[in-house]
């Protein structure tokens, strides 16, 4: 099979037909120019270039094969420059998965700083509970996954982007029922409406752990794991929820949202140690870092 360099010898030759001219250009001299096109026309199994002391031209074959050399010569740097362009995180794809509680603000602003540094990196943005997102790390199928604190293992790593408030979300027509500044224990004993312990089990054994801590037991009237859903139950007054602070910005009608004096929630960027996609290491390195909203 013939060589790209030999292809490149080619092309010079047919658009200055002249080996002279052509050698100089290649910055090499004429005999291996000559044997570089001897070679091709071997490959190739037949005569590109007719050439005599006075001209040189090209054969029939040789202006049919002309435009595909070039074709194929220019497939050739551009795959290299888009190699090259992966290699340093400007092109290629990155997969993130993220809780439907990043998706209000967290989400966004970590696409938009992704954007900003490499806007060449398509995105592949995929809601999933953290538990399902844990699996496709583990198998491969997503870079990087925006999760709330839950056991991890085999070769994945998270770490903090932000720790987020919890507030209080309760029911507007409601609002003069609860405290200006709300703690974990003025939920005791009323309705309230928690996380599904199955998909979202992670932040309903979190906040199990901070009821049984502060000796607090809501009247659980709903399990939900969806945030809007919450939302929509809050506004009904079906009871009041906690939710991360970035959930507010939302602006649910009718539900008003109260900071709550308890421990903040991380939020977790998660990725296996082994992941070498280059747009991982740019985040990673240059927009994790100091993370903030």
């Known amino acids: 099979m013939f060589e790209l360099s030999q292809l490149r010898c080619f092309v010079a030759v047919a658009e200055e037909l002249h080996f002279g001219r052509a050698a100089e250009r290649l910055c090499m001299t004429q005999s291996p120019l000559s044997r570089q096109i001897l070679l091709l026309e071997h490959h190739v199994g037949t005569q590109l270039l007719d050439r005599s002391n006075r001209m040189v031209r090209l054969t029939a074959a040789g202006a049919a094969f002309l435009p595909e050399a070039i074709r194929m010569l220019r497939s050739a740097d551009d795959a290299a420059i888009m190699a090259r362009r992966v290699a340093m995180g400007e092109h290629g794809t990155l997969s993130i998965g993220f809780t439907s509680a990043f998706g209000y603000a967290l ?174 290491h740019i985040f990673k390195s240059e927009i994790l870092p100091g993370f903030s909203l």
Request: a negative charge; proline letters at 9%; one cysteine or more.
């Open 107 to 280: 989400l966004p602003e970590i696409v938009r700083r992704l954007r900003l540094r490499c806007p060449g990196i398509a995105l592949s943005l995929k809601e999933m509970i953290s538990i399902s997102q844990m699996d496709a790390l583990s198998a491969g199928e997503l870079d990087m996954g925006l999760i709330i604190p839950m056991k991890i293992f085999g070769e994945i790593e998270s770490v903090p982007l932000v720790h987020e408030p919890f507030l209080l979300a309760i029911p507007v027509h409601e609002a003069e029922q609860w405290p200006a500044k709300p703690t974990l224990a003025c939920l005791h004993q009323r309705p309230f409406i928690m996380y599904s312990p199955y998909e979202s089990k992670p932040l309903y054994q979190l906040l199990c752990n901070r009821f049984e801590e502060a000796g607090v037991e809501p009247e659980i009237v709903e399990h939900i794991s969806q945030v809007h859903t919450m939302m929509g139950l809050v506004n009904a007054g079906i009871g009041a929820a906690l939710v991360p602070e970035s959930c507010s910005t939302a602006q649910f009608k009718g539900v008003e949202f109260r900071k709550v004096d308890m421990e903040p929630l991380a939020m977790m960027c998660a990725y296996r140690r082994d992941n070498n996609n280059p747009a991982l």
